[in-house]
């Protein structure tokens, strides 16, 4: 009986631990496909190999197509960058209004959540 025991606590352990590593690598392997997604320097060539494979362009079409699909890259990237500039205009002025309501002890700790955020923020870039 005690034997039995062992061996499903065992197995408990060993299942519980693949599920930690399987978990793990799951959300790694996330974060490295939206991180490739980010990455405004891989929009053209891949938009260019979709559209090349999947519509099996001529050479004559892809040299009209290219700069077409480069200018809509370079919009797309202008349209991030805006986007993430209001964001953050409007992050901040949540916090200053935030800021307002609280102690001075609470805005000690707003004021490390937020620099260890962008300490975060910036090593994710």
Known sequence: ???RLKILVGLLVVF???AA???VAVARGVQKKVAEKADSSKWEPSTMAWLRKDLG???EQ???VRPIV???MEEMKSFRDRVEAERKTITWGMMVRVSEELTPGQREKLRGVTERGKRVSATNR
């Open 1 to 3: 009986m005690l034997r």
């Open 16 to 18: 519980i631990a693949g």
């Open 21 to 23: 590593v399987g978990g």
């Open 57 to 59: 362009l001529t050479a």
């Open 62 to 64: 892809e040299e009209k």
């Open 70 to 72: 480069h200018e809509s």
